[in-house]
């Protein structure tokens, strides 16, 4: 089976668009959401609603910081985060809300295990960017495979069977044999929020069966995006950095 991984959409209606038709001309037959579907982009209702429809059809989904952040507060959130975090909390109905606060923190699955931010306290948030961040995760989990999102930057750990651990930046549409013989941990890269200054749209897909992984950048329309954060009244850095890919 070929299983979509995507994260880190922020309420961009164009990015998660463009991936969702991608991932649907290339033979994709499940999707997990890594979190983090508001927060930051102009479309925070329309991302929900997708997002309740694809979990009707078989999705899973899980919870983000920014997620949270709309239940719970912007506690530790920097000035444009919280900005943008407060204005979706005014555009969402209970419903949507309900929604985003019945999603778990993580979710395993057939030797893999679904986290938006690390396996090692789930709540904390905390970012996997390093070695020692990755070992914290592969600590706390017997898992094969880990995949979580929360950096907006691709990123592929893996720990040997002695104990050595190691890293690399997976390439545009380059599969990854994940073999048997290491445990795994994958960053996915972000879909409405890419931070590696490449502005394309970043999502993953695993086959399941010859047990490997690709990642994949898909162009999508950024000028439309930037400009309805632009018009949403929301900051305008929050547009800009759409157009760097940081």
Request: aromatic letters at 8%; glycine letters at 8%; hydrophobic letters at 40%.
């Amino acid at each position: 089976m070929r299983i979509a991984l995507l994260s880190d959409i922020h309420a961009n209606r164009e990015a998660l668009s463009a991936c969702l038709d991608h991932a649907t001309g290339h033979g994709v037959e499940r999707k997990v959401f890594l979190g983090d579907y508001v927060g930051y982009g102009a479309d925070p209702e329309w991302v929900v609603d997708t997002l309740a429809a694809e979990v009707e059809r078989g999705a899973v989904a899980l919870r983000g910081n920014h997620d949270d952040a709309v239940l719970t507060g912007t506690s530790g959130m920097n000035t444009d985060a919280a900005i943008a975090i407060e204005w979706t909390r005014s555009r969402l109905d209970a419903s949507r809300r309900d929604l985003l606060a019945g999603l778990p923190l993580q979710i395993e699955q057939d030797d893999r295990l679904y986290v938006h931010a690390s396996a090692h306290a789930p709540a904390e948030w905390d970012y996997v960017t390093d070695l020692y961040a990755a070992s914290k995760s592969f600590a706390a989990t017997r898992a094969h495979t880990t995949f979580c999102g929360h950096t907006h930057v691709p990123a592929l750990f893996h720990l040997s069977a002695s104990g050595k651990f190691a890293s690399f930046d997976p390439a545009d549409r380059v599969e990854i044999p994940l073999t048997r013989h290491r445990r795994w941990l994958a960053v996915i890269g972000s879909v409405g929020q890419p931070r590696d200054h490449n502005p394309a749209a970043c999502y993953a897909v695993l086959d399941d069966e010859r047990d490997t992984l690709t990642y994949l950048r898909v162009p999508y329309d950024v000028d439309t995006a930037a400009r309805k954060i632009l018009q949403a009244g929301l900051p305008a850095g929050l547009g800009h950095r759409l157009h760097v890919g940081y």
